[in-house]
């Protein structure tokens, strides 16, 4: 599985971005997706997970109600929408494919084997 991350960029406080994922290969229905961002000298830590079929999701609670992890299995893609942007939000924001097939909304770092480059979002206060 090939990952491609777009969409990040510079914007305001308090606006949003929609990251987008790309994924290539013939098993992405059939892996759960997760979205981490990692800030300058941080750990790269989980922001939204989303289950193979898409019924089940996972939110950090540092953006839980403002992002929203979505799928299209027809495209191949995955969704970050965020909004209400905060200058913490700063981070290159990364998408990962989990190793396990027919997985759900995983929080943890080890049970994904695929990543893509990472995305740069900036938000100015």
């Known amino acids: 599985v090939q990952l491609q991350a777009s969409g990040g960029g510079l914007v305001q406080a308090g606006d949003s971005l929609r990251l987008s994922c790309a994924a290539s290969?013939?098993?992405?229905?059939?892996?759960?997706m997760g979205w981490f961002r990692q800030a300058p000298g941080k750990e790269r830590d989980i922001v939204a997970a989303i289950g193979y079929t898409g019924g089940r999701t996972y939110y950090a609670d540092s953006v839980k109600g403002r992002f929203t992890i979505s799928r299209d299995n027809a495209k191949n893609t995955v969704y970050l929408q965020m909004n209400s942007l905060k200058p913490e939000d700063t981070a290159v924001y990364y998408c990962?494919?989990?190793?396990?097939?027919?997985?759900?909304?995983?929080?943890?770092?080890?049970?994904?084997?695929?990543w893509g480059q990472g995305t740069l979002v900036t938000v100015s206060s």
């Open positions: 290969g013939q098993t992405f229905s059939s892996r759960g």
């Open positions: 990962a494919a989990a190793g396990g097939l027919w997985s759900g909304p995983s929080r943890v770092r080890g049970e994904y084997d695929y």
